[in-house]
């Protein structure tokens, strides 16, 4: 059973930064796509960027040139640097991962608060 674990979430000021991490069960080479979306209160689960085992970067309009997803083969996590956070960046941030079956997988979720 693939398990994708999320870490790093929490309360920061608005303008802040935080950085999320997701470690699968297996090694990051068996999942050709990884990434993250968020969930606020109320609303659909959202995409908030993606990347390929090639490296090849997606993002939501919404946190472009702010967040950073990156793939560490070495650590076998996928890091989400949040820079220049803002109050409606707050949801439960959930790790994402497609394996070479095309099976998905998600992580149980970590709560990123922005709040003065």
């Known amino acids: 059973q693939v398990q994708l674990v999320e870490s790093g979430g929490g309360l920061v000021q608005p303008g802040g930064s935080l950085r999320l991490s997701c470690a699968p069960s297996g090694s990051i080479s068996f999942f050709p796509l990884m990434g993250w979306y968020r969930q606020a209160p109320g609303k659909q689960r959202e995409l908030v960027a993606t990347i390929t085992s090639g490296g090849q970067l997606n993002y939501s309009d919404s946190v472009k040139g702010r967040f950073t997803i990156s793939r560490d083969d070495a650590k076998n996590t996928v890091p989400l640097q949040m820079n220049s956070l803002k109050p409606e960046d707050t949801a439960v941030y959930y790790c994402?991962?497609?394996?070479?079956?095309?099976?998905?997988?998600w992580g149980q979720g970590t709560q990123v608060t922005v709040s003065s």
């Open positions: 994402y991962a497609r394996n070479l079956g095309s099976r998905h997988y």
